[in-house]
């Protein structure tokens, strides 16, 4: 089972930008698909992006389409996302996902193996 730590939280403000790392252990992540999600207070977990192993298939919530990307270092066995044009509705504590498989998919339950999350604040 791969370990996640997320890191590069924070606060922010509006249309500012913030760039979250998720460092895995492991010999084997670059044989995951890997994925963020984010969760705000009240509300359900929600899928944010998603990459395969080569990083050639990606996925977006539409919400975040244009101004977040996400890439992965498999060398580094890191997986980040990259966020611009922040808006307070962004505002949540972000996790980072594993899962084992080939198959890309934008649904928590698909994933196995979860970071602590990084809290993202974006003020107005």
């Known amino acids: 089972q791969v370990q996640l730590v997320e890191s590069g939280g924070g606060l922010v403000q509006a249309g500012g930008s913030l760039r979250l790392s998720c460092a895995a252990s492991g010999r084997t992540f670059s044989r995951y698909v890997m994925g963020w999600f984010r969760q705000a207070p009240g509300k359900d977990r929600e899928f944010v992006a998603a990459?395969?192993?080569?990083?050639?298939?990606?996925r977006y919530a539409d919400s975040v389409k244009g101004r977040f990307t996400i890439s992965r270092d498999n060398a580094k066995n890191t997986v980040y996302l990259q966020m611009n044009s922040l808006k307070p509705e962004d505002t949540a504590v972000y996790y980072c996902?594993?899962?084992?498989?080939?198959?890309?998919?934008?649904?928590?339950?698909?994933?196995?193996?979860w970071g602590q999350g990084t809290q993202v604040t974006v003020s107005s």
């Open positions: 996902a594993a899962r084992p498989s080939a198959v890309l998919t934008t649904t928590a339950e698909g994933y196995g193996g």
């Open positions: 990459i395969s192993w080569s990083g050639g298939i990606i």
